[in-house]
């Protein structure tokens, strides 16, 4: 009976709806070895990240010579040029499918098994912890090493960077069991959260009936967590109740596990997982209001906007006297990161809590943050194609010389190579983010106007002017955004 469900729902679908039923794909999917050999090969690079950038030259901070060297050295060459970028596009178009063959994640696979073997009690994350605040801290702590030590450009700085992350991973898999460090640690964990919910494919199943009958739950059991090859979900989800592709690692171990083959990976229509009225944790509306500023400050290249954004942490320095471009950079980080982005949603929670009359400040950022999410992802699609053009055009110059040294000498002193180029001028670039922006824009707004219709029919009490506030404040993010993108 179990195999007749399966088999009358298996052979209504299209291939592109599950990719799983290739048989190439399958029999790689299913391979003892998927995906470890990839996040081994991943591991390789990590380690080579840190060898390359440890103790490599620091330039002074904004100087020439730091803006060159970046761009030479392996580490943050393809740590911050091309890494961090993908994983921004690889998010919105297959989800977080840099997580299944992420270093970091067997680095703590291997820990909590070593943990196991010398008998440390493991637990699960304290509940204190399980909100997602961790994240919010270490993704304030790098984007605040970014502005304040220039890790994103000096190679020391980033391999301290990696070389920290893969100590809290081994640590988390040491002392804590089910992917603690990935669920509440991971600076990029709802980052990739967000994001993932857009991504144009799911990792669902196939046919409920076949679960409802199934009596091992191999996907989900606990007995066969610890084993390497079809594990029950090593992060504690439930794959048959899977409705969200923001906690799923696409670590396909319940792909294997299921012994009826019941679970696909394909195709879906965009931004399926944004779903208006779902209840969330306040540490997602936390990161949507820093990425708010960060984005801000990352796509405004014009000099003049630049400076006019940049007014406030410059006069401050002024007043507090700070001379210091470590001090300098960390008042920049503050403001951008925290009050300038603050002030914008703080400032609409505000009106919104006036009008509707009966919510508190965080039934808005809990409410309709979410719905903020594709136009903040297409600020950032905009931002990493701007990376990519500025970085790939010399991407074999730190594969020739990974520390960077030669090559930025016969750049730099002698004069002897040209400094890589862009590939096409930002001025004609800016279409393109100028139309992605406009499509994430409009996905916004037809999300807000989403959640205004399902709230008129809830018991919360809203007016019509509430309603329009948080179309208000799209409009004002999107204006930021498309000003700063047209003036490129
Ligand atoms: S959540 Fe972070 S540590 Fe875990 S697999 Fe994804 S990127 Fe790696
Ligand atoms: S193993 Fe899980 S996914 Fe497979 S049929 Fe059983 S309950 Fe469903
Ligand atoms: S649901 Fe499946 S693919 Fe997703 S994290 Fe769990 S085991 Fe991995």
Redesign the pocket.
Known sequence: MIEKHFEDSKTNLPWFRNILQIPFVRNVVKYPLYPYIFQFGALIFFLLFIYYGWQQPVFELNSASEKLFRKLNFTTFIVWGIWWPSMIWVAFLIGRAWCHVCPLELLMNFAERLGRRLKIPQKLMPKIFRNGILIIIGYLFVQFAVSTFHIHRAPHGAAIFLFSLGIFAFLGGFFYKYRSFCSYVCPVGILLNCYSRSAPFE?RIINDKVCKQCSTKD?KSPETYKQWNKRG???L?N?PK?NSNKE????????KACPYDNIRFGSRTFFKDIIPGEKMNIAIPLFLIIITGFLTYELTLNKALKEIFLAVPHWAEHIFSVTNPHGKGFLKGLWMLIVFPSAIWLTFAGIYKIFSQNNNYSFYFKTYAIAFIPVLLSAHLSKSLDKWNSWLKGINLPFKDPFGVETFQDIFLEKTMLEPSKIVAVSTLHWLPLIFLAIGSTVSLIKIVQTNRYLAVSPVKITTISQVIPLLMLLLVATIFFVNVWMW
């Open positions: 990792l996907c979900c090593p992060s989800l794959p899977l799923c690692l696409l670590c396909m171990q319940c792909v």
